[in-house]
């Protein structure tokens, strides 16, 4: 397998090694080994990346000139897809993608993400004319415009990271604002292309910065508390999502959260291809690592055995064609680390314990080499309070739960701290009616794409606030200003 370049830092316009010269291995996921290495950015150079956007929306046209700017960002999603190669290629290592899941997914998502927010930018209004309002004996004129928030620290996580880095930076860039992105340090090289990328582009400096850096939250907290800062755009985990709400807090920063989910895929009996249906909740696509990814299947108890038997069919002939390099149609690899990799494990065991049936999978396979296998795996007979039901494992683990009926599958659906996703199949009008009643930001029925560059994404309760891609997505980094000009 081939060695990746090094992650640079791209600060004020430079692609740069750290400032104290130090690297950090960048881990293939597929063999546990390096792949290549990243610059590990010192906080002298975070300051440095935080100087020069705050410079670049303060000091340069960038956040007023609006026909300049989506010229330049234009071209910068232009550079990104001629390199639509180099980027499935990091996918593919440093990410631990499948071929199948590469390219479709990871990248070509990605992309026409990116194009699909060129498009949604034509939608903004930079200013609304409200009228003449007579109030207080006189008349007022008012108009309401929006203007970008200004410097936007956007951190982010490794699952599908060319595709939330875009989400963030391209739709932050569109709005005006100027970026700092912070990667997650097993993907690091995700992230320091686009400065390659924007470089190629003609991005102007400072308007667009990479810190990468092998301590987790370092960057991120100082991103997080500086209140040169305006705004944090972040994807991750709840629990870190939690923290930069609470570090955010000091500086009133505005703070955009998209978190985890425990999304359900809800069958329902009178479902057309029923067992087909079943067969396609399981969680193997990117072995199972998508925030949104539906990863508790609710069957109505009337057809459970038959969803089971299907199941244990899917499950059967999937065994042998996972974990393949080489194989374009291969679409589940390794988990991103070691840490992951024993963190879906310890679920595995919660999931033994708290008396669920393993029907499928349940080891971490060593013997494939170096890299971080999991099985796929599925749990059947769960409850709801499982704990395996409740947390997000992250991993390719389906947990299999019967409903009473269409109520009950809605009640389970909706117990859950998070909302972000989910999928009901069954005839349009019920499933349709269903998904109205879930608490939770994208919603498919019978396989429909919810999740698209021009819709908004984000959860409800614990699976976030906010929304990104769409015009929503843009808007999230402007700020309204209403504006009252005396007229008798
Ligand atoms: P994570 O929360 O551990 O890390 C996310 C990012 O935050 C990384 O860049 C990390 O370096 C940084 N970070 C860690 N500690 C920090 C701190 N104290 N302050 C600031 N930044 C800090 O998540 P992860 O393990 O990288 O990614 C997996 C998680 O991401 C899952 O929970 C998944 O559901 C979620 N996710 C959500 C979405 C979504 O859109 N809702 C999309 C993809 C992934």
Known sequence: ?????????????????????????NINPWTGASCGRAADATAADVEEAIVAARNAFDNTDWSTNHDQ???????????????????????RLEVGSAIGAAAR?????????????????????????????????????????????????????????????????????????TVILKPAPDTPLM???MGELAIEAGLPAGVFNVITSADPAM??????????????????????????????????????LE???????????????????????????????GCAYPTRLLVPKSRYDEAVGALDMAYKGFAEKWGKFDEPTCIMGPVISKKQQNRVMEYIEIGKNEGARLLAGGNARTDMGGGFFVEPTCFVDCTNDMRIAREEIFGPVLVVIPFE?????????????????????????RALAMTKRIRAGALSVNGGTSITGDLPFGGYKQSGMGREWGLEGIEEFLEIKAIGIRAS
């Open 1 to 25: 397998m081939d060695k990746l370049p090094d992650a640079l830092l791209y600060v004020n316009g430079e692609m740069r090694t750290a400032g104290d010269n130090q690297y950090f291995d």
């Open 69 to 91: 700017r989506y010229a330049l960002v234009c071209k910068f999603v232009d550079v990104m897809v001629t390199n639509r190669e180099k980027l499935v290629q990091i996918s």
């Open 105 to 177: 997914a990871q990248i070509d998502g990605a992309l026409n993400g990116a194009k699909d927010l060129l498009e949604c930018y034509k939608q903004v209004k930079w200013e609304k004319d409200l009228g003449i309002k007579h109030e207080g004996g006189f008349d007022t004129k008012r108009i309401v415009t929006q203007e970008a928030m200004g410097v936007v620290g956007a951190i982010t996580p490794w699952n599908v990271p060319l595709y939330v880095n875009v989400g963030k930076v391209v739709a932050a860039l569109l709005a005006g604002c």
């Open 191 to 193: 992230g320091s292309i």
């Open 219 to 256: 960057a991120g907290e100082m991103l997080t508390t500086d209140r040169r800062v305006d705004l944090i755009s972040f994807t991750g985990s709840t629990a870190v999502g939690k923290l930069i709400m609470k570090n955010g807090a000091e500086s009133l920063k505005r703070v955009f």
């Open 259 to 289: 978190l985890g989910g425990k999304s359900a895929f809800i069958v329902l009996e009178d479902a057309p291809n029923f067992a087909q249906t079943c067969m396609g909740s399981m969680v193997v696509f990117h072995a199972g690592q």
């Open 405 to 429: 009926d269409e109520e009950d599958a809605i009640r389970i659906a909706n117990d859950s701290d998070y909302g972000l996703g989910g999928a009901v199949f069954g005839p349009t009008d």
